[in-house]
């Protein structure tokens, strides 16, 4: 079982991981293996003292994969562009791998927070509206992401999309690892 401790430290590295996602997609070139590397890291720290090593690892996987296909549905869509200086090897329309980063990042996560995205029948839905519009609007602010009009009806889509994926995911994680939530000791 992990410890408080060891999860609150572990959503503290989430957020720097999240972070560097950004940072690097800001700066571009060398720079977007920063979000990767960050991952690394945190996976690094954490899955030692995971001890559900596997299943945490599949469902972060699951995370990115269905993570991926929803921003590359999303581009193909025209719902959004990414700005090209962002992107490393994957090209358009392809989801680039600092958005994939942070779907797996978040993946990582649900092995400790599935149980609070499932204990209420809406909690992960508009956790996924609410956090589409946070990533989503950062990612614009710093350029990273463009929408074409109208903006309000793409924010609108991708709030739309998220509200069902982030509940599936939970979902999945759930029937993944078993049981809704892990257990912690004081």
């Given amino acids: 079982m992990m410890s408080k401790r060891a999860q609150k430290l572990n959503l503290i590295v989430f957020m720097m991981t999240s972070f560097a996602c950004y940072q690097g997609a800001r700066r571009g070139g060398v720079w977007l293996g920063l979000g990767p590397t960050a991952l690394a890291v945190h996976w690094a720290l954490f899955v030692p003292a995971t ?34 200086s962002s992107r490393g090897f994957l090209p358009a329309p392809l989801c680039p791998e600092w958005i994939l980063t942070l779907w797996l990042n978040f993946g990582f ?22 956090f589409s519009f946070v990533i989503m609007g950062n990612a614009s602010r710093m350029g990273l992401v463009f929408f ?26 759930n029937r993944i690892i078993g049981g809704t ?3 912690t000791q004081s």
């Fill in 109 to 130: 996560m649900l092995y400790l927070y599935r149980g609070v995205l499932t204990r209420r029948r809406w909690t992960a839905s508009v956790t996924g509206a609410v």
């Fill in 181 to 183: 939530q892990v257990e």
């Fill in 148 to 173: 074409d009009d109208p903006v309000v009806l793409k924010y609108m889509i991708i709030a739309v999309c998220w509200a069902i994926l982030v509940p599936l995911q939970a979902w999945l994680a």
């Fill in 51 to 84: 001890p559900d090593k596997v299943r945490r690892i599949i469902v972060a996987l699951m995370a990115g994969v269905s993570g991926f296909l929803c921003d590359t549905a999303l581009i193909a869509a025209n719902v959004y562009v990414v700005r090209e």
